[in-house]
């Protein structure tokens, strides 16, 4: 069973940058991506992101973070910029590997926490 490495995560002031990373051990993904969950609410989508480079986001974020894929590594890259205090949250990586035809598999990272200070 494959499984997602997280890296990135950490402390960083309000408008500052940070970059998160995940790889998916290799393996072909149909796709990748980027949930975070904040203390007492759900996890939401932040970014994702296809093998063929098709980007989603969630509008809290647009113009501010960046998602990026390495298909060759399966890995993926979130690059957060001019981050808030409403940022802060757990994050974590989501791949979606096909299994057969019109089946498929999620899996998903532990998280890393991201904490944006005022």
């Known amino acids: 069973q494959v499984q997602l490495v997280e890296s990135g995560g950490g402390l960083v002031q309000a408008g500052g940058s940070l970059k998160l990373s995940c790889a998916a051990s290799?393996?072909?993904?149909?796709?990748m991506g980027w949930y975070r969950q904040a203390p007492g609410k759900q996890r939401e989508l932040v970014a994702t992101?296809?093998?063929?480079?098709?980007?989603n986001y969630a509008d809290s974020v647009k113009g501010r973070f960046t998602i990026a894929i390495d298909n060759a590594k399966s890995t993926v890259y979130l690059q957060m910029t001019s981050l808030k205090p409403e940022d802060t949250a757990v994050y974590y990586c989501?791949?979606?590997?096909?299994?057969?035809?019109?089946?498929?598999?999620?899996?998903w990272g532990q998280g890393t926490l991201v904490t944006v200070s005022s």
């Open positions: 290799g393996t072909f993904v149909n796709a």
């Open positions: 992101i296809t093998n063929g480079g098709r980007r």
């Open positions: 989501n791949a979606n590997l096909p299994v057969t035809t019109g089946r498929y598999l999620e899996v």
